[in-house]
Protein backbone atom coordinates (compact mmCIF):
# COMPACT_ATOMS: atom_id res chain seq x y z
CA UNK A 1 0.00 0.00 0.00
CA UNK A 2 1.82 3.39 -0.83
CA UNK A 3 2.31 6.02 1.95
CA UNK A 4 2.59 9.63 1.81
CA UNK A 5 5.85 10.86 3.84
CA UNK A 6 5.17 14.83 4.94
CA UNK A 7 8.17 16.99 6.26
CA UNK A 8 7.80 19.20 8.62
CA UNK A 9 9.81 21.66 10.60
CA UNK A 10 11.47 19.84 13.04
CA UNK A 11 12.14 23.03 15.37
CA UNK A 12 11.19 26.74 15.18
CA UNK A 13 8.12 29.18 14.35
CA UNK A 14 6.76 26.58 12.28
CA UNK A 15 6.66 23.28 13.99
CA UNK A 16 4.16 23.21 16.60
CA UNK A 17 1.61 24.82 14.37
CA UNK A 18 2.42 22.42 11.44
CA UNK A 19 2.06 19.17 14.04
CA UNK A 20 -0.85 20.87 15.11
CA UNK A 21 -2.65 20.80 11.79
CA UNK A 22 -1.80 17.27 10.72
CA UNK A 23 -3.32 16.16 14.14
CA UNK A 24 -6.43 18.30 13.85
CA UNK A 25 -6.57 16.53 10.42
CA UNK A 26 -7.09 13.35 12.18
CA UNK A 27 -3.52 11.99 12.13
CA UNK A 28 -1.80 9.93 14.80
CA UNK A 29 1.87 8.77 14.83
CA UNK A 30 4.27 6.41 16.38
CA UNK A 31 7.20 8.29 16.89
CA UNK A 32 10.63 6.92 16.44
CA UNK A 33 13.48 6.95 19.03
CA UNK A 34 15.64 9.65 17.35
CA UNK A 35 12.07 11.97 16.46
CA UNK A 36 13.12 12.49 12.67
CA UNK A 37 10.45 9.89 11.48
CA UNK A 38 7.14 9.74 12.94
CA UNK A 39 4.83 6.85 11.58
CA UNK A 40 1.34 7.12 10.86
CA UNK A 41 -0.83 4.49 12.47
CA UNK A 42 -4.29 5.33 11.35
CA UNK A 43 -3.98 6.91 7.69
CA UNK A 44 -1.44 6.25 5.68
CA UNK A 45 1.08 9.15 5.96
CA UNK A 46 4.52 9.56 7.42
CA UNK A 47 6.17 12.63 9.11
CA UNK A 48 9.98 13.79 8.37
CA UNK A 49 11.04 16.22 10.78
CA UNK A 50 13.95 18.63 8.82
CA UNK A 51 15.57 21.89 9.35
CA UNK A 52 13.27 24.11 7.55
CA UNK A 53 15.29 25.07 4.36
CA UNK A 54 15.79 21.07 3.85
CA UNK A 55 12.23 20.67 3.29
CA UNK A 56 12.26 22.24 -0.37
CA UNK A 57 14.90 20.26 -1.79
CA UNK A 58 13.83 17.07 0.05
CA UNK A 59 10.40 17.55 -1.89
CA UNK A 60 12.57 18.09 -5.32
CA UNK A 61 14.52 15.17 -4.96
CA UNK A 62 12.08 12.85 -4.36
CA UNK A 63 12.34 12.00 -0.88
CA UNK A 64 8.89 13.13 0.45
CA UNK A 65 5.73 13.57 -1.37
CA UNK A 66 4.69 17.08 0.40
CA UNK A 67 6.18 19.11 2.96
CA UNK A 68 4.89 22.26 5.17
CA UNK A 69 7.46 25.26 4.79
CA UNK A 70 7.30 29.28 4.46
CA UNK A 71 7.04 30.53 1.17
CA UNK A 72 10.23 32.40 1.73
CA UNK A 73 12.34 29.17 2.00
CA UNK A 74 10.81 27.61 -0.46
CA UNK A 75 11.61 30.48 -2.96
CA UNK A 76 15.10 30.95 -1.83
CA UNK A 77 15.70 26.78 -2.41
CA UNK A 78 14.17 27.42 -6.38
CA UNK A 79 16.18 29.76 -7.35
CA UNK A 80 18.77 28.48 -5.82
CA UNK A 81 18.73 24.78 -7.83
CA UNK A 82 17.17 27.35 -10.65
CA UNK A 83 13.77 25.45 -11.02
CA UNK A 84 12.09 28.62 -10.45
CA UNK A 85 8.85 26.40 -10.77
CA UNK A 86 9.89 22.92 -9.48
CA UNK A 87 7.76 23.24 -6.66
CA UNK A 88 3.64 23.20 -6.59
CA UNK A 89 1.88 25.51 -3.59
CA UNK A 90 -1.40 23.46 -2.32
CA UNK A 91 -2.30 25.55 -0.04
CA UNK A 92 -1.40 28.32 2.05
CA UNK A 93 -2.15 27.49 5.61
CA UNK A 94 -2.54 31.14 7.48
CA UNK A 95 -0.15 30.76 10.00
CA UNK A 96 3.69 31.54 9.81
CA UNK A 97 3.41 35.68 8.07
CA UNK A 98 6.49 37.47 8.12
CA UNK A 99 8.11 40.05 5.24
CA UNK A 100 11.54 40.15 3.74
CA UNK A 101 12.65 43.69 3.83
CA UNK A 102 15.15 45.77 3.19
CA UNK A 103 16.64 47.78 6.13
CA UNK A 104 19.36 50.42 6.11
CA UNK A 105 21.57 52.17 8.59
CA UNK A 106 19.41 54.92 10.13
CA UNK A 107 21.96 57.62 9.36
CA UNK A 108 21.70 56.93 5.80
CA UNK A 109 19.95 59.30 3.14
CA UNK A 110 18.21 56.31 1.45
CA UNK A 111 14.93 56.89 0.77
CA UNK A 112 14.10 54.43 -2.16
CA UNK A 113 16.01 50.91 -3.00
CA UNK A 114 17.00 52.34 -6.34
CA UNK A 115 19.50 54.12 -4.56
CA UNK A 116 20.98 50.62 -3.94
CA UNK A 117 22.75 50.04 -6.88
CA UNK A 118 25.87 48.31 -6.82
CA UNK A 119 26.01 48.76 -2.78
CA UNK A 120 26.68 45.60 -0.77
CA UNK A 121 23.42 43.80 1.11
CA UNK A 122 24.12 41.17 3.73
CA UNK A 123 21.10 38.82 3.99
CA UNK A 124 20.26 34.80 4.57
CA UNK A 125 18.52 35.19 1.66
CA UNK A 126 21.04 35.51 -1.31
CA UNK A 127 19.08 34.12 -4.17
CA UNK A 128 15.59 35.46 -3.61
CA UNK A 129 17.16 39.18 -2.78
CA UNK A 130 19.11 39.67 -5.52
CA UNK A 131 16.14 38.22 -7.68
CA UNK A 132 13.41 40.46 -5.97
CA UNK A 133 16.34 43.44 -6.84
CA UNK A 134 16.94 42.90 -10.11
CA UNK A 135 12.88 43.01 -10.87
CA UNK A 136 13.02 46.38 -9.55
CA UNK A 137 16.33 47.01 -12.20
CA UNK A 138 18.72 47.17 -9.25
CA UNK A 139 21.94 45.54 -9.24
CA UNK A 140 23.76 44.86 -6.05
CA UNK A 141 26.51 43.02 -4.85
CA UNK A 142 25.12 40.18 -2.38
CA UNK A 143 27.15 39.40 1.05
CA UNK A 144 25.48 35.87 2.32
CA UNK A 145 25.23 35.04 6.26
CA UNK A 146 23.95 32.99 7.80
CA UNK A 147 22.79 34.77 11.24
CA UNK A 148 23.42 38.27 12.84
CA UNK A 149 22.51 40.03 9.48
CA UNK A 150 21.61 42.83 10.99
CA UNK A 151 25.22 43.87 12.60
CA UNK A 152 26.55 43.86 9.34
CA UNK A 153 26.29 47.52 8.70
CA UNK A 154 27.47 48.26 12.10
CA UNK A 155 30.96 46.26 11.37
CA UNK A 156 31.13 47.98 7.99
CA UNK A 157 30.73 44.48 5.91
CA UNK A 158 27.67 45.82 4.21
CA UNK A 159 25.78 48.74 3.14
CA UNK A 160 22.14 47.47 3.58
CA UNK A 161 20.37 44.40 4.65
CA UNK A 162 17.73 41.99 3.42
CA UNK A 163 16.22 39.93 6.35
CA UNK A 164 12.14 38.97 7.94
CA UNK A 165 10.82 41.29 10.25
CA UNK A 166 8.44 40.90 12.69
CA UNK A 167 8.31 43.78 15.17
CA UNK A 168 11.11 45.48 13.97
CA UNK A 169 12.80 45.75 17.29
CA UNK A 170 16.15 43.98 16.35
CA UNK A 171 16.52 46.69 13.63
CA UNK A 172 15.64 49.64 15.77
CA UNK A 173 17.99 48.08 18.22
CA UNK A 174 20.88 47.90 15.80
CA UNK A 175 20.36 51.56 14.47
CA UNK A 176 18.21 50.46 10.99
CA UNK A 177 15.52 51.37 9.68
CA UNK A 178 12.88 49.57 7.23
CA UNK A 179 13.55 50.84 3.43
CA UNK A 180 11.29 48.39 2.08
CA UNK A 181 8.95 45.37 2.05
CA UNK A 182 10.27 43.36 -0.90
CA UNK A 183 8.35 39.81 0.14
CA UNK A 184 5.03 38.61 1.77
CA UNK A 185 5.33 34.93 3.46
CA UNK A 186 3.49 32.50 5.04
CA UNK A 187 3.31 28.48 5.94
CA UNK A 188 2.48 26.88 2.82
CA UNK A 189 1.84 22.63 1.81
CA UNK A 190 4.25 22.03 -1.70
CA UNK A 191 4.40 19.25 -3.27
CA UNK A 192 6.88 18.39 -5.93
CA UNK A 193 5.27 19.58 -10.17
CA UNK A 194 5.24 16.53 -12.06
CA UNK A 195 3.33 13.24 -12.97
CA UNK A 196 1.76 11.80 -9.21
CA UNK A 197 0.80 8.27 -9.05
CA UNK A 198 -2.94 7.58 -9.14
CA UNK A 199 -2.65 5.64 -5.48
CA UNK A 200 -0.79 8.75 -4.18
CA UNK A 201 -2.56 11.05 -5.73
CA UNK A 202 -5.60 9.85 -3.76
CA UNK A 203 -4.07 9.89 -0.91
CA UNK A 204 -3.42 13.42 -1.42
CA UNK A 205 -6.53 14.17 -2.05
CA UNK A 206 -8.15 12.41 0.56
CA UNK A 207 -5.27 14.80 2.82
CA UNK A 208 -5.99 18.26 1.30
CA UNK A 209 -10.07 17.70 2.21
CA UNK A 210 -9.47 17.12 5.82
CA UNK A 211 -6.80 19.86 6.02
CA UNK A 212 -9.28 22.51 3.69
CA UNK A 213 -11.84 21.53 5.85
CA UNK A 214 -9.61 22.12 9.41
CA UNK A 215 -8.67 25.35 7.93
CA UNK A 216 -12.47 26.58 6.86
CA UNK A 217 -13.41 24.88 10.72
CA UNK A 218 -11.22 27.39 12.36
CA UNK A 219 -12.36 30.60 10.77
CA UNK A 220 -15.94 29.37 11.11
CA UNK A 221 -18.80 29.37 13.81
CA UNK A 222 -21.71 27.82 14.15
CA UNK A 223 -25.16 30.11 15.08
CA UNK A 224 -27.99 29.19 16.78
CA UNK A 225 -31.16 31.98 17.31
CA UNK A 226 -34.87 32.48 18.08
CA UNK A 227 -36.38 35.06 15.35
CA UNK A 228 -39.62 36.69 14.14
CA UNK A 229 -40.14 34.99 10.79
CA UNK A 230 -40.55 38.30 9.30
CA UNK A 231 -36.95 39.25 10.85
CA UNK A 232 -35.73 36.48 8.80
CA UNK A 233 -33.92 38.34 5.67
CA UNK A 234 -32.77 40.83 8.47
CA UNK A 235 -31.32 38.39 10.33
CA UNK A 236 -29.29 36.45 7.18
CA UNK A 237 -27.97 40.23 6.34
CA UNK A 238 -26.30 40.31 9.64
CA UNK A 239 -24.91 37.10 10.06
CA UNK A 240 -21.32 37.37 8.83
CA UNK A 241 -20.16 34.66 5.64
CA UNK A 242 -23.57 32.66 5.54
CA UNK A 243 -25.22 31.71 2.33
CA UNK A 244 -28.15 28.85 3.17
CA UNK A 245 -29.37 29.30 6.98
CA UNK A 246 -31.33 26.25 8.10
CA UNK A 247 -34.74 27.26 8.98
CA UNK A 248 -36.97 25.42 11.34
CA UNK A 249 -40.75 26.44 12.93
CA UNK A 250 -40.69 26.54 16.50
CA UNK A 251 -43.37 24.47 17.98
CA UNK A 252 -46.78 26.49 19.39
CA UNK A 253 -44.89 30.24 18.08
CA UNK A 254 -44.47 32.66 15.42
CA UNK A 255 -41.35 32.51 15.53
CA UNK A 256 -38.41 30.31 13.91
CA UNK A 257 -35.03 29.07 14.68
CA UNK A 258 -32.12 29.43 12.49
CA UNK A 259 -28.77 27.54 12.49
CA UNK A 260 -26.44 28.69 10.27
CA UNK A 261 -22.65 28.58 9.77
CA UNK A 262 -20.55 31.87 10.08
CA UNK A 263 -17.53 31.70 7.53
CA UNK A 264 -16.57 35.19 9.09
CA UNK A 265 -15.05 36.39 12.66
CA UNK A 266 -18.37 36.64 14.63
CA UNK A 267 -18.32 39.94 16.71
CA UNK A 268 -20.54 41.15 19.66
CA UNK A 269 -21.60 43.78 17.34
CA UNK A 270 -22.91 41.27 15.69
CA UNK A 271 -24.75 39.79 18.52
CA UNK A 272 -26.06 43.29 19.28
CA UNK A 273 -27.63 43.96 15.65
CA UNK A 274 -29.01 40.89 15.46
CA UNK A 275 -30.98 41.48 18.85
CA UNK A 276 -31.97 44.42 17.81
CA UNK A 277 -34.19 43.18 15.07
CA UNK A 278 -35.71 40.48 17.51
CA UNK A 279 -33.33 37.48 17.56
CA UNK A 280 -33.16 35.92 21.10
CA UNK A 281 -31.23 32.99 22.43
CA UNK A 282 -28.52 33.39 20.51
CA UNK A 283 -25.49 30.60 21.00
CA UNK A 284 -21.88 30.75 19.05
CA UNK A 285 -20.50 27.91 18.92
CA UNK A 286 -16.79 26.94 17.58
CA UNK A 287 -16.95 24.46 14.62
CA UNK A 288 -14.10 21.61 15.14
CA UNK A 289 -14.60 19.92 11.61
CA UNK A 290 -16.00 20.62 8.10
CA UNK A 291 -16.28 18.55 4.75
CA UNK A 292 -17.63 20.30 2.00
Known sequence: ?????????????????????????????????????????????????????????????????????????????????????????????????????????????????????????????????????????????????SGSVEIAPSLGTADAISDLVSTGTTLRANHLRELEVIFESQAALYSRKGEIPGDKQQLMERLLARLEGVIQASKSKYVMLHAPREALEKVTELLPGVEHPSIMPLEGSDRIAIHAVCGEAVFWEHLEALKAVGASAILVLPVEKMLS
Not at 7 to 33: H, M, P, T, V
Not at 79 to 96: A, H, I, P, Q, S
Not at 116 to 138: D, H, Q
Open 1 to 145: MSRLRVAIQKSGRLSERSLDLLKNCGLQFARSKDKLFWYGKDFPVDLLLVRDDDIPRLLLDGVCDLGIVGENIASEVMLERNVGDGLRCLRKLGFGHCHLSIAVPEDKDIIDSSQLEGKRIATSYPELTRYLLEEKGVKTEIFEL
